[in-house]
């Protein structure tokens, strides 16, 4: 066994299996394990996948929203134990792999059409 064979068979023990197929141009919540303190409570990120990053473990999603008038961007890494679920809250249609157009766009020119042809 070399060495990339044996990295893929400890790194496919941590991989989750309960993700749901998620496209660029989608809108999703995203819910995020926080501790403060001692307690831990999950808070809700929700916003449109503008990237996506693949590789096995490492694989990423960029997710944008706009909080009081401001862009607001977080990377999250899908198979991270601080991540407790993915609700996709509608599908859209586009036509690029990243939608970084977006950040230079302000209201209603962010809109993104809506896809029907794939189940939420």
Avoid: C, W
Wanted: no cysteine.
């Amino acid at each position: 066994m070399n060495a990339q064979e044996i990295i893929k068979n400890i790194e496919s023990k941590y991989l989750k299996s309960d993700l749901p197929e998620i496209n660029v141009g989608d809108s999703i919540r995203v819910s995020v394990r926080i501790s403060e303190g001692g307690k831990e409570r999950v808070q809700p990120y929700e916003g449109v996948v503008i990237a996506m990053r693949n590789g096995g473990i490492n694989e990423t999603i960029t997710v944008r929203k706009t909080f009081q008038g401001v862009g607001v961007e977080r990377v999250f890494l899908l198979h991270s134990p601080r991540i407790a679920n993915i609700k996709i809250v509608s599908r859209g249609r586009v036509r690029r792999a990243k939608l970084y157009y977006l950040r230079d766009r302000v209201g209603k020119a962010t809109r993104i059409r809506q896809r029907f042809d794939r189940p939420i």
